[in-house]
């Protein structure tokens, strides 16, 4: 039997964060969504999961929380909250401000996808070329914008070429952009952290883990 940790203990060595366990957005509402996701997308709903009490600080709300299963065993998740949505939440996001991107193995697989999301009555765009990548674009029933694409057959080599030069991209960037961030952001450009003083955590319940302390 393991025994417990003592405060003099050493903190263990963080690992690298591993994959995206699931990402979560709103939904309009969890039948439209499931037919968009499992019926035209063929995610799998894996789990629906209903809950009249917000997590955290325990304020009384209706709301289903949906999980679409990817072949990876990853999930895409939605929450359909009835009472406190907007139609205003569903109308279509610029990609900059919000997309979702899966990825197929062949050119083939991406041309049978945008003939299938065309057929099923969602317009369907692309092959758009981005270089490394190649995607189609739809948007899902929530104004969330979908992409699938494939891989350039350069993929790799483009990746790597990249990565060496990251920095030198970042340095010139910040330099080109800096005093019109400043001029519309000011001082929160400089932050790292939360600003505290605008945030209220007084009604947050904290649940620690059972088996030890984080």
């Known amino acids: 039997m393991s025994q417990p940790s003592s405060p003099t203990d050493p903190a263990p060595a963080l690992k690298p964060l591993k994959h995206i366990h699931h990402l ?4 309009r509402d969890a039948a439209q969504t499931r037919w968009f996701y499992e019926e035209v997308l063929g995610l799998p709903l894996t789990l629906a999961m209903v809950f009249d009490e917000e997590p955290g600080t325990g ?5 289903m929380h949906l999980f ?3 072949a990876d065993g990853n999930f895409v998740a939605f929450f359909d909250s009835p009472d406190d ?3 205003l939440m569903f109308r279509p996001k ?18 049978a996808w945008r003939r299938r999301i065309n057929k099923a009555g969602r317009p369907c765009f692309g092959p758009i070329d981005h270089d490394m990548i190649h995607s189609i674009y739809m948007y ?3 104004g969330i914008q979908v992409e699938i694409t494939i891989k350039d057959k350069n993929y790799n080599a483009i990746v790597e070429k ?3 030069n990251v920095d030198e991209v970042m340095k010139a960037w910040t ?8 001029a519309r952001f000011g001082t929160a450009l400089e932050m790292r952290g939360l600003d505290t003083s605008k945030a209220d955590f007084s009604k947050l319940k904290v649940d620690l883990p059972k088996h030890g302390k984080v």
């Open 68 to 70: 679409f299963q990817m």
């Open 24 to 27: 979560a957005f709103r939904c």
């Open 140 to 142: 899902d029933p929530n």
């Open 94 to 111: 610029h990609a900059f401000d919000l997309h979702l991107a899966f990825e197929v193995d062949t050119e083939e697989e991406l041309k």
């Open 85 to 87: 949505a907007d139609e």
């Open 162 to 164: 990249d990565k060496s």
């Open 59 to 63: 304020r009384k709300v209706d709301y």
């Open 175 to 182: 330099e080109k952009t800096l005093a019109r961030k400043q």
